[in-house]
């Protein structure tokens, strides 16, 4: 069973920030929190990851809380093309293949 | 440069044939996965190559799957005596090295199996 939980679909309006939240109460201390999406017919698309601290990368930003239970993806200025579900995974860095997919949030951008 | 690419894009086949479906990884990149996604679903683990060898191949569902990459490059991936639970998008990944820290997994666009 997947070990995070998302809320099923979310709206955004475009060029507005897009708030993605995931809880993740049961992360044991050397797991990292990873983020991928999936638009609609392709391959899921690596997003960021992280750890403890927050991360910053030309995709998005992520927040973890101090306790690590939860974390929050933002898309800072969200455009149509960032339709799409975005997962949120919990796993053990070098033991990636081991991530446990859930059902992610499908987020839509609204013009 | 070329990513992960997969063939077929669909295929179509009738319950109890075989069917292979293609993965040609980014080019040195060592690790290769299998995924199975159905409708609605998250994908779903099957096997993970780490050069020739089947390093973890503890999300096949039964001994129908099988999976060879006998060069460390290009890997199949063959079903038995498909049946119609098997539908779903086949979706292959590689990455540089998944040992010590974390490598990012290239997804490629999919294989749609549908077994009639």
């Known amino acids: 069973d997947a070990k995070t939980t998302q809320p099923p679909s979310m709206d955004c309006a475009e060029g507005r920030a897009a708030n993605l939240p995931c809880n993740h109460s049961?992360?044991?201390?050397?797991?990292?929190v990873y983020w991928y999406r999936q638009i609609h017919s392709q391959g899921p698309q690596y997003i960021i990851h992280?750890?403890?601290?927050?991360e910053t990368n030309e995709m998005a930003s992520l927040i973890i809380t101090e306790d690590r239970k939860s974390s929050t993806l933002i898309l800072p200025h969200a455009t149509l093309r960032d339709t799409a579900v975005y997962y949120c995974?919990?796993?053990?860095?070098?033991?990636?293949?081991?991530?446990?997919w859930g059902l992610g949030t499908s987020l839509a951008v609204n013009p | 440069g070329a990513g992960v690419s997969q063939t077929p894009s669909n295929k179509v086949t009738e319950k109890g044939k075989y069917v292979e479906l293609r993965c040609d990884p980014i080019?040195?990149?060592?690790?290769l996965y299998w995924y199975r996604q159905s409708l609605g679903q998250g994908p779903e683990f099957l096997i993970y190559?780490?050069?020739?060898?089947?390093?973890?191949d503890s999300g096949l569902p039964n001994d129908r799957f099988f999976a060879v990459r006998p060069e460390g490059s290009v890997s199949t991936l063959k079903i038995q005596r498909t049946e119609r639970g098997d539908s779903a998008v086949y979706l292959c990944?590689?990455?540089?090295?998944?040992?010590?820290?974390?490598?990012?997994?290239?997804f490629g666009p999919g294989t749609r199996l549908t077994v009639l």
């Open positions: 990944a590689s990455s540089l090295n998944p040992s010590g820290g974390y490598n990012e997994q290239f």
């Open positions: 080019s040195g990149h060592t690790a």
């Open positions: 190559f780490q050069g020739t060898g089947a390093a973890d």
């Open positions: 049961t992360i044991s201390g050397n797991e990292y």
């Open positions: 992280g750890l403890k601290n927050n």
């Open positions: 995974i919990v796993g053990r860095a070098g033991n990636n293949r081991k991530l446990i």
